[in-house]
């Protein structure tokens, strides 16, 4: 069956960078994504990357993606306050109109 | 720009009591789905939709059930709440297919006495 693991939480210092992981286990995804939840709010998407892809840069954020290993990651550079959210890891197999699998998520905590 | 709507924000229920929570999307899109979100659990796809006229189970879908209003309303009703329905609740809807992404309304926190 389809699974997504994430680490549950991640402690960072205000200026360092962040680094969040995912695995999962579906051979069929075909798009991963990553969401972001503040506290009391809905799911705001980051960003996401086709599996033909190794890698997305977008500003702060780097996407890795080892298909082989079936890893996926999520680097925020030069991570602020702003930063301390819930990371969600999600994919969809086959890219149609199913719903997203979605992983526990990644509480990321900043230190001052 | 509305974007999709969830109401109500919160209610609080007893057991046993039923209740619809209700989902609009302004965006005209096709597909909606009804995610519950626990503590420790990440987000649970219960129902979706993937056009207008559809419905699908999704991974936990018993004790619900959805209507598809129309293209832009989707419904998850509650028959008879049972505390272990105890969530939040996420509306959300896509265009048409990945990579497009799904857009989410920002809940419903239901608790169930």
């Known amino acids: 069956g389809e699974d997504v693991e994430q680490s549950l939480f991640l402690s960072v210092r205000e200026g360092d960078s962040s680094v969040i992981n995912c695995t999962y286990t579906d051979s069929s995804s075909t798009y991963l994504y990553w969401y972001k939840q503040e506290p009391g709010a809905g799911l705001q998407l980051l960003t996401y990357?086709?599996?033909?892809?190794d890698m997305k840069q977008d500003q702060r954020l780097t996407v890795l993606l080892n298909k082989k290993d079936k890893h996926l990651s999520l680097r925020i550079a030069d991570t602020q306050t702003g930063d301390s959210a819930i990371y969600f890891c999600?994919?969809?197999?086959?890219?149609?109109?199913?719903?997203?699998?979605f992983g526990k998520g990644t509480h990321l905590i900043i230190q001052p | 720009n509305a974007g999709v709507t969830q109401t109500p924000k919160f209610q609080v229920l007893k057991t046993g009591q039923s209740m619809t929570l209700q989902c609009a999307q302004d965006m005209n899109h096709n597909s909606m789905y009804w995610y519950r979100q626990d503590p420790g659990m990440g987000l649970r796809l219960i129902y979706y939709s993937a056009s207008e006229g559809t419905t699908d189970k999704g991974e936990v879908p018993n004790g619900y059930n959805v209507s598809r209003l129309n293209k832009r309303e989707f419904s998850l009703r509650l028959e008879s709440a049972a505390p272990s329905q105890t969530s939040v609740y996420f509306c959300a809807s896509l265009r048409d297919r990945a990579p497009q992404p799904q857009h989410f309304g920002d809940g419903t926190r239901l608790s169930i006495l």
């Open positions: 990357i086709f599996s033909n892809m």
């Open positions: 999600a994919e969809t197999p086959g890219g149609g109109a199913d719903g997203l699998t």
